[in-house]
């Protein structure tokens, strides 16, 4: 039969801390859910289960590349004397290792003045 199953409890008295993280770490790797009950027996079990894309209890609605939706963006002010702001933005992305498309902002700004920028 090709039935899927719903949840899965995984009794994990015995198991130290880092092995019941290990079983969350997989658990997520395969987009399921998971979570650490005491089931009706007072047993410390990890009850995986499809991620149904519902938000359920202490869940976080992700959004792109595993953020939540409101940790998606930083918005910051860029003040800046003798730089052009492509200069500035490769300069903060070169620091923070990463590529500078990741900053988006609107227009540029004098290079030879005072300005300051929200990114």
Avoid: W
């Amino acid at each position: 039969r090709n039935s899927e199953l719903e949840k899965v409890d995984i009794g994990v008295d015995p198991m130290s801390k880092e092995e019941r993280t290990a079983i969350h770490t997989i658990a997520k790797r395969f987009e399921l859910r998971s979570e650490t009950i005491t089931n009706e027996a007072k047993e410390k079990v990890i009850r995986i289960e499809k991620n149904t894309g519902k938000k359920g209890k202490g869940d976080i609605v992700r959004g792109e590349r595993g953020r939540s939706k409101q940790e998606k963006f930083l918005h910051f002010s860029l003040y800046k004397e003798n730089f052009s702001t492509g200069e500035c933005i490769s300069c903060m992305a070169r620091g923070a290792r990463t590529k500078d498309r990741f900053f988006s902002f609107a227009g540029t700004k004098d290079k030879r003045g005072r300005t300051l920028q929200r990114v």
